[in-house]
Each structure stands twice: as C-alpha cells, then as structure tokens.
C-alpha cells in the first residue's frame, strides 16, 4: 500500500504539482464568486505556479499556496496542511489584540480576551502589550502562533507596568485527539436597576444546540429586566446558534437571511428568496438533529439556499431596550446578529466597524495530507445586504482605548450603559 510523504520527508515535485491542480479545481467548481477566478486569477496561477511547484519544503510550499489564495482577496480562505499544530492568537488563545505605538515600540496589545480561555487562564488581560512569544520578539505585522499540546511563554507588560512572563497551554485532550482550550461560551449578570448583561463569546457548531440552550437559560435567569446589554465584542462568529440571540432579541418571527452558493450567483435572489425553505427554530437537544437533516435534505441535494427566521418566542420585558457592543473583531455569525438587529432596529449599536467577514465557507482534502479552506456561499440579509467587505458601522462610535483599559476602565461598556440608563 503506497502511502503520501510524511511533512518531515518533504513532498515530490509531483506531490506538489497535485495539490495545486486539485484546490484549482476545488475553487473552479464550488468558490462562491466564479467572476473572481476569472483572467487575473489564471494570471496569478501562471506566475505563482513554479515557487509552488518549486517549493523545498512542506511549510515553504504551504506559505507559496497561501500567497496564491491571498491574490482571491477574500475571507475564510486558507491552506494547511492536515497534521498542523498551530494556531493564531485568536483561536488559540481565545482573545484578539491590535497594534499601536506604545512605550516599548509599535507592538500588539490585547483587546478582548474571553473568560476560560488560554489566554485568560494565564493571567492576561484586556490592555496587555505583548513583547515576546518563546522569547521571540513579536512585531506588528507578525502575528504569532501556538503549537498546540506545548506549552508557550509570554512576556507581556501588565497593566500595572510590570513585565511578566507568564505560561499558556491553548490545547488540551479530548480522548486521543487535542482541542482548543475554549472559553465561557455565555455570561451573564444583573447590572442592577432591572438591567441585564449578556456577553456571548462565540457561536460553536454547525446548529449550536449547547450554545443557544446556555443564552435562553442566561436571559431567563436575569428575570424580569427592562433593559439588556447585548456584548459580542471580540465574537468570531461560527454556526446557527446565533439565530437564537436573534430570536431573544425580537418576539416575532422575522426573516433573517440566506447564503446562495455558486449555483445561485447570477439569479435575481430578489425573485426567488420567498421560495427558499426556512430554518426557525433550534433543536432543544442534539438527539432532534437528525429530524433536522430529514427536513432539510431535500434542499442539501438540489443545493438551494436556507433562509434562517427567527424562532417566535414571544414578548421579552427588555424589548425595545437593548444595546448591542461590537468592536473590530466581531465578525462571521456575530455580525449576522448585528446587521439584522440594525435592519430591524432591535438595537443601537455601539462600538466599532465590525470586521466585515461574513461567507459561508467548508474545508476539504486536496491530497498528500493539505486541506483547502474555501468560500462557497455570499450571505445576503432579508433586505439584500452583503456584509462581506462591508463593515458594519456603530449607531453610536467608540473606539476601544487601551490606554483606558490599562487603567480599568472599559469606555465602550460605560456608553452602553449611559444609553440605555437615558
């Protein structure tokens, strides 16, 4: 039996000429834009073709392809190789951070990082500067990385000035296989004066059956509160568990939106969009999931679009009264919860742009162990809104002040409050 060289042995120029011809191929029949793949694609191919066939190592060929896929200048879009360890700071450390000048040069400093998180078990903080990772300066624009099941070593400049080091372990086991340390998926608390607070740190799993259960008994275990802060700050997004924070956010059934995949990229959405199924309503249990596949396999064999709608759970005593914080990281699904609650004025929203990175997107095998990461669907809104390099803008703008947040103060959360107090 003929087994694919390992990623240590390297990879025959053969390999390398195969893995290229199968994500060109992956891309021509399932990228969600064809126009995209068009004369300066094939261009970009023709003269990118020989580094990549010419590579000398796997990670050389690996860095070759992603320069190639970065000429498609588009979201959720990646190659990597199967057995790959690593992670950026975001995924694996459950925080963002951005860059800016600081006493020590310009260098990365935290913005959000998530309770239960790798990042926020060693100790770090919103306002943290990072200096080094494995005693290796880290610069803006490098972002660093994180081998998984190693531990790494961090020195950052505290908030009280002081440099620390401090120890980060982003994975662990999940029987023989590693994950990621993944944070406090919901919080919520009562800010007093019958307002709540909910902060929602990601969306996990294709239908997020866990995810949407933990933010309906977060709401209901608030009580009777006339107001609520919605915060998705720092919310990378992920599956259609957020169509449950859009459903407790309007008592109505209300049409969300849809991603057309490639098939449907030149029809008038506008025309057929009322004949599309709908999705309205999350499994209470991951046991009803397969019901849930039965009703949609039709539309998963013909490929047609699903359009989500929210659930209809009635009345909430804080409608009309909620404020939703995003920042430059929000993206994906969480910026889905936001445009719908702009188009439907559920929310004011305050923060920053959102990131604007909104495709639905697979994976797949492309041989000799890489996988290619690919777009396959725009998604529009109800209204015909495309978020993809579309940020959303705040209702209300404040920028996150690091400097502020070193001295404990979280401004954006503060003009949530002064909103809904008003």
Known sequence: MNTPPSRESGLTGKAKHEVLERVLKALES?????????????????????????AATPDAFEQAMTELLQV??????????????????????SATYLSDETPYGSRWIFQD???GGAAALAGIEP?????????????????????????????????????????????RPKGKKLQFVEPTLVQSKNLGERLGYLKVA???????????????????????????????RG?????????????LMTPDRVPVGYAPNKRWAKRDLATVKARFPRLG???????????????????????????????????????GRIVLLVDRHTASAAEMVTIFAKENKLATIVGEKTAGRLLSATSMKVGHGFRLAFPTGAYYTWNGTALEGSPIEPDVATDFSWQERRNGVDGQLQKALELIAG
Do not use: Q
Request: charged share 20%; net charge neutral; aromatic share 6%.
């Open 72 to 93: 498609l200048k588009t979201s959720h879009l990646g190659f990597f190789h199967g057995t790959a360890r690593r992670a950026s700071s975001r995924a694996a450390l």
């Open 281 to 319: 309503k999350i499994p209470s249990s991951k046991g009803a999931l397969w019901l849930l596949g039965l009703r949609f396999l039709p539309s998963l064999i013909t490929k047609s679009p699903i359009v989500l709608e929210s659930e209809g759970l009635g009345p909430k005593p804080y409608d």
């Open 113 to 115: 990082v998530h309770d």
């Open 30 to 54: 399932k990228f969600y834009k064809p126009e995209l793949l068009g004369h300066d694609w094939k261009t970009a191919v023709a003269s990118h073709r020989a580094a990549i066939e010419s």
């Open 235 to 247: 919310n990378t997004g992920g599956g259609a568990g957020a169509l449950r924070l859009m459903s």
């Open 127 to 171: 306002g943290n500067i990072l200096l080094r990772v494995d005693g290796k300066e880290i610069v803006p624009h490098e972002h660093p990385v994180f081998p998984m099941g190693l531990t790494s070593t961090l020195d950052i400049v505290a908030n009280d000035g002081n440099e620390r080091t401090v120890s980060v372990n982003v994975s």
């Open 202 to 232: 990601m969306f996990p799993g294709m239908i997020g059956v866990e995810v949407s259960n933990a933010m309906s008994d977060a709401v209901a275990e608030l009580g009777n509160i006339g107001g609520l802060i919605v915060d998705l």
